[in-house]
């Protein structure tokens, strides 16, 4: 069985600080993990996953998440927020338990970005 | 660049009525999703297409719901009778190879159905 728990609904920043969006998961295997954004009226479009491969995974827009095993996380980090950067993003886990690959999603979380 | 899309982007229907959602895929992909999302829950997995039959189902997925490849374009989700509970965001995705641990869908913006 898998599940994911996105810590926070909302988060807000101000333009030029760090985010961090934060993903906590349960996996019976060897999980993949996703994040996706989702801009308004738009479809949700991937940001980085993380496949087993370097723990620290990079992805578009200067986004990176690093997995961590021991704390069961993958929380979605960049440097600095821009206002572009304001929409939902939803972590997603998959792991291929008893042969099923159906993706779980998070509830989202919706940043928010001041000037 | 290639997308997904969906029609119509917000489709309002009379409970006990059948909806079809429409999706066009990436025209090389070969692997067909419908996700919903209940306003303020959690995308939920529908089901699953490939080579013209279902490859895997959620519980969602009941007698009620069909899906279809009618041509080589277009990608629908049928909801033969509906009810107020189907009220949801409906997302159409895509994916080259059967995704799951290594291989990404793409998604559409989204059919927002009402049902009054």
Same mark, same amino acid.
């Given at each position: /069985?898998?599940?994911?728990?996105?810590?926070?609904?909302?988060?807000?920043?101000?333009?030029?600080?760090?985010?961090?969006?934060?993903?906590?998961?349960?996996?019976?295997?060897?999980?993949?993990?996703?994040?996706?954004?989702q801009?308004?009226n738009k479809g949700l479009?991937?940001?980085?996953?993380?496949?087993? /491969? /370097?723990?620290?995974?990079?992805?578009?827009?200067?986004?990176?998440?690093?997995?961590?095993?021991?704390?069961?996380?993958?929380?979605?980090?960049?440097?600095?927020?821009?206002?572009?950067? /304001?929409?939902?993003?939803?972590?997603?886990?998959?792991?291929?338990?008893?042969?099923?690959?159906?993706?779980?999603?998070?509830?989202?979380?919706?940043?928010?970005?001041?000037? | 660049? +290639?997308? =997904?899309?969906q029609? +119509?982007s917000h489709? =309002?229907?009379?409970?006990?009525?059948?909806?079809?959602l429409?999706c066009? +895929?990436?025209?090389?992909?070969?692997?067909?999703?419908?996700y919903r999302q209940?306003?303020?829950?959690?995308v939920?997995?529908?089901?699953?297409?490939?080579?013209?039959?279902?490859?895997?189902?959620?519980?969602?997925?009941?007698?009620?719901?069909? =899906?279809?490849? +009618?041509?080589?374009?277009?990608?629908?989700?049928?909801?033969?009778?509906?009810?107020?509970?189907?009220?949801a965001m409906y997302f159409c995705?895509?994916?080259?190879?059967?995704?799951?641990?290594?291989?990404?869908?793409?998604f559409g913006p989204g059919t927002r159905l009402? =049902?009054?």
């Amino acid at each position: /069985a898998q599940s994911v728990t996105q810590l926070d609904s909302h988060v807000s920043v101000s333009e030029g600080t760090p985010v961090l969006l934060r993903c906590n998961y349960s996996s019976s295997y060897s999980p993949s993990l996703f994040w996706y954004v989702q801009h308004p009226n738009k479809g949700l479009q991937l940001l980085l996953k993380y496949t087993s /491969a /370097a723990t620290l995974v990079k992805g578009i827009n200067g986004f990176e998440a690093e997995f961590k095993k021991s704390e069961t996380s993958f929380h979605l980090t960049k440097p600095s927020a821009h206002m572009s950067d /304001a929409a939902e993003y939803f972590c997603v886990v998959s792991d291929l338990g008893g042969g099923s690959y159906i993706p779980t999603f998070g509830r989202g979380t919706s940043l928010i970005v001041h000037p | 660049e +290639p997308e =997904v899309t969906q029609t +119509p982007s917000h489709q =309002v229907t009379q409970m006990g009525q059948e909806v079809i959602l429409r999706c066009v +895929p990436i025209s090389n992909h070969l692997y067909f999703y419908w996700y919903r999302q209940i306003l303020g829950q959690k995308v939920e997995f529908l089901v699953s297409f490939y080579n013209n039959e279902i490859s895997e189902k959620s519980e969602i997925f009941d007698d009620q719901f069909s =899906v279809e490849r +009618p041509d080589g374009s277009n990608f629908t989700l049928k909801i033969r009778s509906t009810k107020l509970e189907d009220s949801a965001m409906y997302f159409c995705a895509s994916s080259e190879e059967l995704a799951g641990t290594y291989n990404e869908q793409f998604f559409g913006p989204g059919t927002r159905l009402t =049902v009054l």
